[in-house]
T-cell receptor, first 106, second 117 residues
Framework: GIQVEQSPPDLILQEGANSTLRCNFSDSVNNLQWFHQNPWGQLINLFYIPSGTKQNGRLSATTVATERYSLLYISSSQTTDSGVYFCAVRDGKIIFGKGTRLHILP | GAVVSQHPSRVICKSGTSVKIECRSLDFQATTMFWYRQFPKQSLMLMATSNEGSKATYEQGVEKDKFLINHASLTLSTLTVTSAHPEDSSFYIC?????????????FGPGTRLTVL
């Protein structure tokens, strides 16, 4: 099946910093999503982005399907951005990466 | 809109008992619901997919008789962990979508933390 790898596994940043999270996938997909899991466990959809670029406030995402990767950009980080960011692809079923654990320091 | 609730949010039970977790879509009809399991600091693992009115489809390695799933209506799915044991302790998350299509948005519940003593 498709392998989904995320990097870095952990990231600690000062409030106000920018960050880039990466998701690599091993095969062609036509479905890629980014999620944020807050410290209490709630998952929130961020982007459905099989290709191209999307922006939502301080967050944006770019997927280059031909090169099998996606990037999530977080600008001007806030403490509320802390949590785990997952990318997921669908290969029949949804396959999640292992996530990037982000901790924003005040 | 698109709120999914789970009940209970946390449960502690003795080994050998059964635990039922409810997943409800509050303001939309969920044709398809998904059940995930997440161990501490791990990713989400899909356990099963359920469609209203039909039997759930379980992922490889998930015991059907241990994790009973019932999708009784378009707004309710239940997961029953039968004869729970300490190794079943985990964070269980449900999600719901309106069609389960490849680009259909999944809305996640807040999760249920199960601890089996």
């Amino acid at each position: 099946g498709i392998q989904v790898e995320q990097s870095p596994p952990d990231l600690i940043l000062q409030e106000g910093a920018n960050s880039t999270l990466r998701c690599n996938f091993s095969d062609s997909v036509n479905n890629l999503q980014w999620f944020h899991q807050n410290p209490w466990g709630q998952l929130i959809n961020l982007f459905y982005i099989p290709s191209g670029t999307k922006q939502n406030g301080r967050l944006s995402a770019t997927t280059v399907a031909t090169e099998r990767y996606s990037l999530l950009y977080i600008s001007s980080s806030q403490t509320t951005d802390s949590g785990v960011y997952f990318c997921a692809v669908r290969d029949g079923k949804i396959i999640f990466g292992k996530g990037t654990r982000l901790h924003i320091l005040p | 809109g698109a709120v999914v609730s789970q009940h209970p949010s946390r449960v502690i039970c003795k080994s050998g008992t059964s635990v039922k977790i409810e997943c409800r879509s509050l303001d939309f009809q969920a044709t398809t619901m998904f059940w995930y399991r997440q161990f501490p600091k791990q990713s989400l693992m899909l356990m099963a997919t359920s469609n209203e009115g039909s039997k759930a489809t379980y992922e490889q390695g998930v015991e059907k008789d241990k994790f009973l799933i019932n999708h009784a209506s378009l707004t309710l799915s239940t997961l029953t962990v039968t004869s729970a044991h300490p190794e079943d302790s985990s964070f269980y998350i449900c999600s719901a979508s309106t069609s389960g299509g490849i680009s259909d948005t999944q809305y996640f519940g807040p999760g249920t933390r199960l601890t089996v003593l």
